[in-house]
């Protein structure tokens, strides 16, 4: 089904994905988040589908339907490494941090910091090239946001 996205995601080469890819791959990248410690709850997806209709202004509808097809792409998705490349060339760094702030927020929504989650989320950070600083400041102001 996803074939030809993922053809795109793992090319060799600092392709740039169209920002209907990009927006999959963030998308895929939040349940990947969700999913780390074995299991996606109720609130973790609720806030994926918020920050999706936040972040490109879409309706409850549109934002569910986007994050049902993530979590098909994310179940077929190649590893972390290459899939967050793909994000990484798409989005600058001042982005990229607000990247890793949704990412915190899926993973803190259940209310249990999952040592899965945290793995997880320190290897993307990497990945995505900010600063293990850059993402703690990320973290405790999502925590203060959504404590």
């Excluded at 339907?65 to 590893?79: K, Y």
């Amino acid at each position: 089904m996803f074939k030809d996205f993922l053809d795109r995601l793992t090319a060799p080469g600092p392709t740039r994905l169209p920002d209907d890819d990009a927006r999959l791959a963030l998308s895929a990248l939040l349940v990947r988040v969700a999913r780390a410690d074995g299991h996606a709850d109720q609130n973790e997806l609720a806030r994926i589908d918020r920050i999706l209709a936040t972040r490109y202004d879409l309706s409850d509808a549109a934002a569910t339907d986007l994050r049902r097809e993530a979590e098909a792409l994310e179940a077929e998705a190649p590893d972390t490494v290459r899939f967050t490349r793909a994000i990484k060339d798409a989005v600058a760094y001042e982005h990229r941090i607000a990247v890793i702030e949704a990412l915190w927020s899926v993973a803190l929504a259940d209310g249990d910091r999952d040592p899965a989650e945290d793995s997880l989320l320190r290897l993307v950070t990497n990945f995505l090239g900010v600063t293990d600083q850059d993402s703690a400041r990320a973290r405790q102001r999502v925590a203060a946001r959504d404590g």
